[in-house]
């Protein structure tokens, strides 16, 4: 076990912290001169997400499953706040492991909070705007009724996970006085994001820079807000250090809205692809009887209330990121291969 140093400010557990988002609030909080400490089994995040900290002495990644009671309780004993991330994500890998999609998130949640409970740490929650469902009163509001598909469709499996995790925290903090944020992540996209699962941003970028048809699943009109993952996760730090955040629910978001089939053109735009854009029915997508939210747009004004919390980036300048990032990325994956040497040091270094 590292021995950390509590001097130098409030040391913070990131569950999930090499995925997507994970990494980016690393990146944030040892910036400012946070101790990080990082699980992660590396099932859908990646150790080159972080490979730029592992020599940070503020930033200590252990590579185990928050399921892993001894090596979560060990992490929980030093932090101060637990942002919890961890999650099965993605509507093509909810759809195609709805029992790994079930267990991960609720009990991965219950892990996570009852090491909390025992140390006193302030838990942050992540929970999606999926659990608006087939919602029509946009935007969306944190205390709005919500309106889920029938649970004969696997595709609203998530949904219903993050909403027991949800319950579960705010329940903690009633019953137990576990200081708990849960906060909804609207479409938050960036640089490090993978299209693997689904997330439709870095596919499109990854099709039209490969030249490949653009896939735009149904008739693209359903919209979206896309949130830059650098402004999520200000407003995350923000929830983990102010007073009076626990005990409510949060959107975080960007307003902008875009239809899926203006966003292709958009990105067959930037990148100047010759990509044809293809409709996919969602039926060839993601199989027989899947259903979308149309819409998905959020109300953050309890957010704005209590940070003065603004996205600070456009639609626009979210894609120049990630046409960057992914152009570098496949520069790196055509030329040599950069030693792994550091990285598999690194992994496991709490224990």
Avoid at 38 to 58: F, Q, R
Avoid at 117 to 140: D, M, N, Q
Avoid at 227 to 249: K, M, S, T, Y
Wanted: hydrophobic share 45%.
């Amino acid at each position: 076990m590292v021995a950390i140093d509590h001097s130098l400010g409030k040391t913070f557990l990131i569950t999930g912290g090499a995925g997507f988002i994970g990494s980016h609030l690393a990146d944030a909080l040892v910036a400012r001169g946070y101790t990080v400490l990082a699980i992660d089994n590396l099932s859908t995040g990646s150790i080159d997400n972080i490979a730029h900290l592992l020599s940070n002495p503020l930033f200590h990644f252990a590579r185990a499953s928050i399921t892993d009671e001894t090596v979560l309780d060990r992490l929980a004993s030093q932090a101060d706040v637990i942002v919890h991330l961890a999650a099965a994500v993605g509507v093509q890998l909810i759809v195609e492991r709805p029992v790994h999609t079930i267990e991960t998130n609720i009990m991965g949640a219950e892990a996570v909070l009852k090491a909390a409970l025992r140390y006193g740490c302030r838990t942050l929650i992540a929970s999606t705007s999926e659990v608006y469902g087939k919602g029509i009163k946009v935007p969306f509001a944190e205390d709005d009724d919500v309106l889920l598909g029938a649970t004969s469709r696997n595709r609203w499996a998530y949904a219903a996970s993050k909403m027991v995790d949800e319950f579960l925290g705010l329940a903690y903090q009633h019953e137990y006085g576990l200081e708990v944020v849960p906060f909804r992540l609207f479409n938050t996209v960036g640089p490090r994001q993978t299209g693997q699962y689904g997330m439709v941003v870095p596919r499109f970028v990854r099709q039209a820079l490969r030249g490949e048809p653009i896939t735009v699943y149904g008739d693209g009109t359903q919209s979206r807000c896309f949130c830059d993952v650098r402004d999520a996760v200000a407003a995350i730090v923000g929830l983990a250090l102010h007073p009076e955040a626990p005990g409510q629910l949060y959107n975080i978001g960007n307003p902008e809205e875009v239809s899926v089939r203006e966003l292709a053109e958009r990105v067959k735009a930037l990148t100047g692809s010759a990509s044809p854009i293809v409709h996919v029915p969602y039926s060839e997508a993601y199989g027989p009887g899947f259903e979308d939210m149309q819409r998905r747009v959020p109300d953050t004004s309890r957010l704005q209330d209590l940070l003065g919390w603004q996205p600070t980036r456009t639609l626009n300048e979210i894609l120049a990121a990630v046409l960057a990032f992914e152009q570098g990325r496949m520069l790196e994956l055509s030329g040599p291969q950069p030693t792994k040497t550091l990285a598999a040091r690194a992994v496991g270094r709490i224990r």
